[in-house]
């Protein structure tokens, strides 16, 4: 996370001025108006538009989601030879996208990053969010997901001793996704309850009191409440931070424990993550960059914060591109005929085209932010980080896809053709997620307040 | 029957700061202090210990660990050892992720539980609030009113010294 | 008070809990379904008081898959010289005369899903009162046991004598023991 | 059927829905389908026990038994009984044994007690039981286009065959060729009832030349019977008798004898235009225009005649073939290789072209094949249609000559090239009568309608090779208001007998020759029931008289070079070559979905058919695989998708007949390209071959491949080992092994499949389906890769030039001990029996694909769709009808869930049962599946591996034995026999 340090660990802290998290010193009460304004004041146009553009989005996916129950996944392109493709690449791009926020309020917070402070709330959202989304496919994806309770080992039931196959990393998903998301959700909860708290205190109508009173426990900052939150949140990050890495690793296992070439491969924990982590800042790039200018924080997420994780994203970029290049030495230096095939495939087949966009997205976009201009400019940063979205998407696609079209009886082989409800469901789940996003910009504190509080003014 | 506290509102931490440990010197009994962040060096000004919450994630922890490695090697070699790819029944190595996941997943939520009930929060508390904006911008420090008004007058003296804003008397209902 | 009524509203979701829970595990199981037939038969008359053997009528349980129902012509091997007549016996022999098969009603009614052989079972040496209850004191037949896969596995396991635990299976050396009948195989009943 | 009826279903309503319990059984299959009953419902609400107090009727879902209304002996409900009959799939007449269930015939079996066929059956004849159930059949009798009663029907019929002028006019009978000695004598009896009456036969595939070239060389026009397990050396020219000609299964099994025969495996040479499935058998394969067959045989025998040092080649003329046939070199070997094992030998050609024939007929007697390899005494009694009858009788009916005409089992206006004139013709017959039993192509024109029982329903016999008898008995009652064709002749013959009684009578009449002295009253009884019992009886039947060969050689010789001359070898333009596939045939069963859908073992291709163009011609026309081209003969014209066949000779394109159909059915119509139009009767034979023109017409097709790469990648897939001389045993290395040997049952099931002795014939795959109620998906579905087989025979090719090596391999769930599909599975819906089985639980499944993804054999299936009763899938499984051959002790699987070959666990079951049912232990060979069931050449062995004495143990322990993808320690239990590859012959 050296990329993340901002205080110089060199050199004199007089002679460098240390980096300013937040523009000026406002008052604390600026702070807190500052931060409320956004959830008191009428949203803006563009906000507006947002919304409808991805509420439409939801409206879709029901309706797909509806018809593919009642008819069947043969809706989808998938055939004998491709049994897996959007369904699941969707699945692991937006477990990847979960990474960051918890990566950024954990990790961080153990490495005492202050520059986590004003974008781990909206992060750590976002997190919950796209587990929420990734969380849609394994179930949606299922022949037959009226039977989905199947993979849980529950108790009472009928069958007697039949559990579930704990050998199968499907069923490690289950217990990784969940955990994950329960955690992300307790810590996300726990670190609002003092800005519940602040809100419930500014609240003028009775029923908004009435919600944050509820939903705020009755905090009433008590020193030695504080002292023992601060614990609470430290032992949570201790847990999170191998949590996150468990999770992609654990993902990744669905891969790395088959005998599909391509998918056989050992490096594929660590190169999950470190693509996971690196997708994840790309879409809390996109989200900040969105909200810090519509909701007017530019304040409180600063150029600095920006730069901050353009460092992440080009240093878990360049793990990612370092990943490629050791799939093709090791695919070459194995030996195996199935596995040199396998890259050869990827490299020249069919799907070559998804190939070379996800390195160029993946591993040469990044490489701009080696220039300090480049990661301090909006524009450039909105880009690239859309562009990594994509790129991190056609990796999981590649890999899945043509893992699976081409491999060991040439009699077996296929083609997979995408459907217009396999796109659209990968256009309705991005809306459900921003739709999640924007509605909760509107009604909780997107940024801690009582960090900001504790960073400008402690 | 209803207490008496002295409560003393800072805007600034700093004169808090003072205010505390020279009310600690004076022998002032301080019954808690109340701010919209925790301000550091508090917890020594006020003395008070590090929390034990760490151990409760530690038993909560190993308790999921248990669990988990307990049930599947139940379930998987005891109620039912079916043949799965001609994997041994005992296969530890897969247990493994989902025993860290129970350990973490309950080592978290213990210690949360156990965190919400020492601070005794919970849904639909009704909160007590020393003074309106501690959760704004107010640092409030509160002292028990024994029945010598000299040592009430003291602590007075002392919180306007170090910069209070205002102190007053508050009573808690009940 | 606010704590009383936060342990009671625990105490209100545990208990709907239970109850769904309870429920949801009897989903599809009818144990004690008791239609009503076409004929009120009392298998109490015949296989109680009279003693007739349940093979007699239900023949195909010892060749076949299927128990069986037996055809009005074998009621009337015994009934053509009974002298007995009540309304019920009545509508047997008009449908005999009439050759009009008569429509009852299934009480055992396994999932499509399940293969499950009479004959196995019978020749195996199964009561039939073991699956199907105390049939010789019903007026009317009810489905006596849940017909859950649980159910089913309880009896094989016990009867299949493989021993379940690995340890005790590498003790007996289940390699060098004949099949046992009972079979514990997904494919002893799911084809 | 696999419904469960809910509380709306009133109980006749249910009695009328299900044929089942009319005939009063207990409903049989069964199906994994979600059905949430009101009473789940409620329960789910927790209100289980409020529910219990609900009325009966709605509470559960309400099934009903109806038992038979006075108990039959030999039906017991859920027992399958077998019935020995005969195939009526084709002309080849193999005896069969059917498996009825609940007093309705569900499976196909092939008669071990045949002593043509021993065992086997083809895709054809396995899928006709879907034909039984076809919807499209027709209901009852039709006059004029109106469904009347049999009464009304007869009374028209007779009131014109009685009329005046019948006697001055023709009653003529249109059939194909009939093997039924029974109905043969019918025939004949109607000579005398009808002064004027002719019985024309022809042949969609003819071989009228070969029979005329035995009238002239041996002075009977016979088709011989050939014998191919008595031959080493076997060459066939343009004649694929181990997919489709003549007698295939016969012909299959004897080769398969042959070959599998320990070291002395035989050679065969195939000289074909086209790849067939014999081609693609063959040790040595060349590629040859059809105009050049003749110049192969020419330059073969005269390659022959110069070895045996007789008569000089050049007194027959061959010396006159200026330009050399193709494959000299070859042909020398094949000669060398004939002429060393004369007596053994056997040529056999498929061309309708008389003077080749005459050259063959004299190869084999020069290679003194005849009585040995070729029998001319006791021949073969299919074939016997004459090309010039067709073209002749439309004259005449033309010219009004004829008074009636009754069409059975023919369809000449769709499989005839001068079906039009005949269709026209019909209007100038006062009484035209067909006995189809659907409104096809050609009964779709006539007056009367009468049709005839499927064969599953109809009493018969059968002689398809002189002194070979079967007998033909009914499984279940006509379904329809249909009548045997014979009992309408009878009828309208002014006769009351029924068809029973008559062959009944036949047999004592004709064939039953009481043994000698003690002829007991009842010894005729006996007979018959053992006959019925045991389907085939050898009886002896007098000699046809032949001659030594006695033909103007020379003549022949003479055209064939003339022609071959004239052809010249730099072909200017292309040939077209009519072929016969293993799914369609001659296009007799076009509606039957489980053919239609039965990807053809050479172009793996379903859903219709394509003009085959070798890969060199494919660039020259500029032409790839799906582009639709123009095929253009002088007597029609045909637009097929071009299909790139390594293999295929350079200058011909092969095309599959038999499809096109435009009246055979919902399933059939539109399928493919009707090619019969393309070749013509040229004096007086059938050709199936012509010069066509190709152009593209830039359109491009869709076709529905169920394989779309067809090279190995130089992997080790299909594996050859080349038959040496050193008969050394090689051990098997043993892999390492990770863990621990599980603990296993008693058995290990297992299979061994022996590449060499597979045709590729696809029978196994048919069988597989109907055995285990596998869905059929339709062309759309199968385009989109979703196939549902679970025993699928790819095919790889070696080289794309014209010496192309197809290899075909049966490939099925492979049963790994090491499963890498288990492992991943979540919910443990797929594990290892303590049998070996890799067991599927559908109920079990929630459909994640994961083992299909992991699966290295990509042998699983997934039901993608819920293909019974969906609309959207309108096969047999969507209709009432045609569910009634679904298999009831096999789950019908719904939509979401995997599937795949289970070793017929409920075979294995049933044996299990048997033999506890007799309290005995199982024997080898108690359980066959239905795959090994249905192979002709006995390819497939399934058994014990436990039992190290079983046949399946001994294969898989021999040298020839191999896992496939063995390396990557998958550990299976299905094991392959390398195809042997044949040392050069020297």
Request: charged fraction near 20%; aromatic fraction near 8%.
């Amino acid at each position: 996370m050296s990329a993340g340090t901002i205080e110089p660990t060199t050199g004199a802290p007089e002679t460098l001025p240390a980096t300013r998290w937040i523009e000026g010193t406002p008052s604390l009460h600026r702070i807190t108006t500052d931060i409320s304004r956004p959830m008191e004041a009428r949203p803006g146009r563009g906000w507006w538009i947002c919304f409808a553009i991805s509420s439409l989005a939801v409206l879709n996916l029901l309706g797909m989601v509806t018809y593919l129950f009642a008819k069947g996944i043969g809706i989808w392109g998938l055939n004998n030879a491709v049994g897996w493709a959007f369904d699941i690449t969707n699945f692991v791009f937006w477990i990847g996208i979960g990474h960051a926020g918890t990566l950024i309020s954990a990790i961080l917070l153990l490495f005492r990053q202050k520059w986590r402070t004003s974008i781990n709330r909206s992060a750590e959202a976002m997190t919950i969010f796209a587990v929420m989304c990734a969380g849609l496919f394994p179930l949606i994806h299922m022949g037959r997901p009226w039977d989905a309770f199947f993979i849980f080992p529950y108790f009472p039931n009928q069958r007697g001793p039949l559990w579930v196959n704990f050998r199968s990393p499907l069923v490690w998903d289950v217990f990784a996704i969940s955990t994950y998301f329960t955690i992300s959700l307790v810590f996300w909860y726990l670190g609002m309850i003092p800005d519940l708290a602040t809100l419930r205190d500014r609240a003028t109508t009775g029923i908004k009191k009435l919600v944050f009173r509820v939903l705020s426990l009755g905090w009433n900052g008590s020193q030695r409440t504080w002292s023992r939150y601060e614990i609470v949140s430290l032992v949570l990050a201790a847990l999170a931070t191998p949590l996150v890495l468990s999770v992609h690793s654990i993902v990744s296992t669905d891969f790395a424990t088959s005998l599909v070439p391509g998918w056989h491969t050992t490096i594929f924990p660590p190169y999950f993550v470190a693509g996971a982590i690196y997708s994840g800042f790309g879409m809390v790039l996109t989200l900040l960059i969105i909200t810090r200018q519509t909701m007017h924080l530019e304040r409180y997420i600063t150029t600095n914060h920006l730069e901050a994780m353009a460092k992440v994203i080009l240093l878990t970029g360049s793990l990612v591109g370092y990943a490629y290049a050791t799939e093709f030495f090791n695919a070459w230096y194995s030996g195996n005929v199935h596995e040199r095939f396998h890259f050869i495939n990827r490299a020249t087949g069919p799907y070559a085209w998804c190939f070379y966009l996800m390195v160029l997205c993946n591993v040469l976009t990044p490489q701009i932010f080696w220039w300090k201009r480049a990661r301090r400019n909006i524009p450039v940063l909105f880009v690239a980080s859309i562009l990594i979205n994509v790129g991190m998407w056609f990796e999981r696609f590649v890999i899945i896809v043509v893992g699976l079209h081409r491999n060991f009886l040439p009699s077996a082989w296929g083609m997979f053709y995408p459907t217009v409800f396999d796109v659209g469901i990968l256009v309705g789940v991005f809306g459900l997620f921003f739709t999640l996003f924007l509605l909760f910009i509107r009604a909780l504190p997107m940024i801690a307040m009582w960090e900001v509080k504790g960073v400008s003014h402690g | 029957m209803a207490e008496r506290f002295l409560v003393g509102s800072f805007g600034e931490p700093e004169g808090l700061l003072a205010a505390v440990s020279t009310l600690r010197d004076a022998g002032v009994a301080i019954h808690d202090v109340f701010a919209p962040y925790p301000v550091h060096g508090l917890d020594q000004a006020m003395g008070i210990r590090r929390s034990r919450l760490p151990w409760i994630t530690l038993l909560a922890g190993l308790g999921g660990l248990c669990f988990a490695l307990a049930f599947q090697y139940y379930t998987a070699v005891f109620d039912w050892p079916l043949d799965v790819g001609g994997k041994p029944e005992n296969s530890t190595l897969a247990f493994v992720p989902i025993c860290f996941e129970l350990t973490v997943l309950i080592g978290g939520l213990g210690t949360v539980g156990a965190f919400l009930l020492r601070a005794r929060l919970f849904p639909g508390k009704r909160e007590q609030l020393p003074v309106l904006g501690v959760t704004n911008n107010v640092f409030a420090l509160v002292t028990p009113l024994q029945g010598e008004g000299n040592e009430a007058e003291l602590a007075r003296q002392i919180m306007l010294e170090n910069g209070a804003d205002e102190v007053e008397e508050r009573e808690t209902e009940s | 008070m606010r704590t009383r009524g936060i342990v009671f509203g625990v105490v209100l979701l545990g208990a709907g809990g239970g109850l769904i829970a309870r429920g949801a595990t009897r989903i599809g199981v009818h144990q004690g379904y008791a239609p009503e037939q076409p004929i009120a038969f009392p298998h109490k008359v015949h296989a109680g008081d009279n003693q007739i053997a349940c093979l007699y009528c239900h023949s195909g349980a010892r060749t076949s898959r299927h128990a069986g129902i037996p055809s009005a012509s074998v009621c009337m091997n015994c009934h053509s010289l009974i002298e007995k007549q009540t309304t019920e016996i009545q509508r047997l022999k008009e449908a005999v005369q009439q050759r009009r098969p008569i429509v009852w009603t299934k009480v055992h009614n396994l999932p499509d899903f399940v293969y499950f052989n009479h004959s196995q079972h019978v020749v195996s040496g199964v009561a039939c009162q073991r699956c199907h209850g105390a049939v010789e004191q019903m007026d009317r037949i009810e489905q006596a046991s849940p017909l859950t896969m649980g159910w089913c596995l309880g009896c094989h396991r016990a009867e299949a004598h493989v021993p379940t635990s690995t340890f005790t299976r590498v003790a007996a050396n289940v390699r060098n023991r004949p099949t046992p009948f009972a079979g514990e195989d997904c494919t002893s009943c799911h084809y | 059927m696999n419904r469960r009826p809910t509380c709306e279903d009133a109980a006749p309503r249910e009695a009328d829905g299900d044929p089942l319990v009319q005939i009063g059984l207990p409903t049989g299959t069964r199906s994994t389908g979600f059905e949430a009953t009101r009473r789940d419902v409620l329960s789910l609400m927790g209100f289980s026990l409020g529910a219990l107090g609900l009325g009966a009727g709605c509470r559960a879902p309400v099934q009903h038994a109806v038992p038979l209304p006075a108990a039959s002996i030999e039906m017991v409900p859920g027992v399958p009984n077998l019935y020995a009959t005969t195939c009526g799939a084709c002309s080849a007449a193999c005896g069969l044994v059917v498996k009825q269930r609940d007093g309705r015939p569900i499976k196909i079996e092939g008669n071990d007690a045949s002593p043509l066929t021993g065992g086997g059956t083809c895709a054809a004849g396995q899928a006709s039981v879907l034909s039984l159930y076809d919807d499209g059949r027709l209901r009852g009798p039709m006059w004029l286009g109106n469904a009347v009663s049999w009464a009304e029907v007869d009374r028209h019929i007779r009131s014109v065959l009685d009329a005046r002028g019948r006697d001055a006019r023709d009653v003529v009978l249109l059939s194909q060729t009939i093997t039924s000695p029974s109905t043969r004598a019918l025939i004949d009896e109607l000579r005398a009832v009808f002064p004027r009456f002719r019985h024309v036969v022809y042949d969609p595939l003819s071989l009228a030349a070969l029979r005329e070239a035995n009238r002239r060389a041996h002075g009977a026009a016979v088709v011989p019977h050939f014998l191919f397990d008595r031959a080493r050396v076997v060459v066939g020219l343009d004649a694929d008798f181990l997919g489709t000609w003549l007698a295939p299964v016969e012909h299959a099994r004897q080769w398969a004898q042959r070959r599998t025969a320990g070291t002395d495996r035989g050679f065969h040479v195939q000289v074909e235009s086209g790849v067939s499935v014999t081609g693609s058998n063959a040790d040595l394969r060349l590629a040859v225009a059809p105009s050049q067959i003749g110049a192969v045989a020419v330059a073969l025998l005269a390659a022959v005649t110069r070895r045996m040092g007789g008569d000089d080649p050049g007194s027959f003329g061959a010396a006159g073939l200026t330009q050399a046939a193709p494959h000299a070199v070859a042909i020398e070997q094949t000669a060398e290789a004939l002429v060393r094992n004369r007596g053994e030998a056997l040529v056999v050609c498929g061309s309708n072209d008389l003077p080749t024939q005459i050259v063959v007929a004299k190869l084999n007697a020069v290679l003194g094949s005849v009585d040995k390899t070729v029998d001319l005494a006791h021949p073969s009694l299919q074939r016997q249609g004459d090309d010039a009858a067709l073209p002749a009788l439309i004259d005449d009916m033309n010219r009004g000559a004829v008074h009636a005409l009754m069409v059975w089992g023919a369809n000449p206006v769709y499989d005839h090239p001068d079906g039009a004139a005949f269709r026209a013709a019909l209007n100038k017959v006062a009484l035209t009568i067909s006995f189809a039993d659907r409104r096809d192509e050609t009964s779709a024109h006539v007056h009367a309608v009468c049709p005839d029982h499927h064969f599953l329903e109809a009493w018969g016999d059968a002689e398809p090779v002189s002194g070979h008898f079967s007998l033909r008995q009914p499984l279940i009652a006509p379904l329809h208001e249909t009548r045997a064709a014979e009992e309408s002749l009878l009828a309208w013959a002014g006769r009351t007998t029924d068809h029973r009684s008559y062959v009944r009578a036949f047999w004592k009449r004709a064939l039953y020759k009481p043994a000698a002295g003690a002829a007991a009253p009842d010894a005729f009884d006996d007979f018959w029931e053992r006959t019925l019992e045991r389907g085939a009886i050898d009886l002896p039947r007098p000699p046809v008289a032949t001659h030594a060969f006695a033909a103007d050689l020379e003549e022949s010789v003479r055209e064939i070079v003339a022609r071959a001359n004239r052809a010249g070898g730099d072909h200017d333009g292309y040939e077209l070559a009519l072929q016969e596939t293993v799914g369609a045939r001659d296009g007799r069963h076009a509606n039957n979905p489980w053919l239609l859908e039965l990807p053809d073992p050479i172009t793996r291709l379903t859903w219709g058919n394509v003009a085959s163009i070798a890969p060199v011609t494919a660039t020259a026309l500029g032409v790839s695989t799906g582009d639709v081209v123009t095929l253009t003969t002088e007597t029609g014209k045909l637009e097929l998708p071009a299909f790139i066949q390594p293999g295929q000779h350079r200058h011909t394109i092969s095309v599959a007949v038999g499809y096109g159909r435009w009246a055979a059915g919902k399933a059939g119509d539109g399928v493919g390209g009707n090619a019969f139009p393309l070749a013509r009767v040229a004096n007086g034979l059938r050709t199936t071959s012509a010069r066509v023109t190709v152009t593209r017409t830039g359109r491009r097709a869709r076709l529905s491949p169920a394989q779309t790469h067809f090279s190995m990648e130089g992997r080790d897939i299909v594996q050859t080992l080349a038959l040496a001389p050193s008969e050394h045993e090689h051990e098997h290395e043993k892999l390492p092994d990770l863990w621990r040997e599980r603990l296993h049952g008693a058995h290990a099931w297992g299979m061994s499949i022996d590449l060499d002795a597979c045709t590729g014939c696809s029978a196994c795959v048919v069988a597989c389906q109907s055995e285990n109620n596998i869905p059929v998906v339709g062309a759309e579905q199968v385009r989109k890769n979703r196939i549902m087989h679970w025993l699928r025979i790819d095919r790889y090719v070696e080289g794309d030039g014209e010496d192309a090596q197809s290899l075909h391999q049966p490939m099925m769930c492979q049963h790994c001990q090491h499963a890498p599909c288990e492992t991943v599975c979540p919910v443990l819906a797929t594990t290892t029996s303590s049998e070996g089985i890799n067991q599927q639980v559908y109920n079990r499944c929630i459909g994640t694909r994961y083992c299909a993804n992991n699966c290295p054999y990509k042998v699983r299936r997934f039901n993608w769709h819920n293909y019974t009763a969906n609309d959207d899938f309108p096969y047999n499984m969507t209709s009432p009808l045609g569910r009634l051959v679904l298999n009831p002790d096999v789950t019908v699987r719904s939509r979401g869930v995997m599937e795949k070959c289970n070793l017929c666990v409920q075979r294995i079951q049933l044996g299990k049962n048997q033999a506890l049912l007799q309290r005995r232990p199982m024997a080898d060979g108690d359980v066959a599946t239905a795959c090994q069931q249905s192979c002709p050449t006995g390819a497939i062995v399934f058994g014990d591996l436990a039992d190290a004495g079983s046949r399946v143990s001994k294969l898989l322990a021999g040298r020839r034995a191999y896992r496939v993808l063995d390396d990557l320690g998958t550990r299976p239990n299905v094991g392959y026999l390398k195809r042997l590859t044949r040392e050069e012959e020297s």
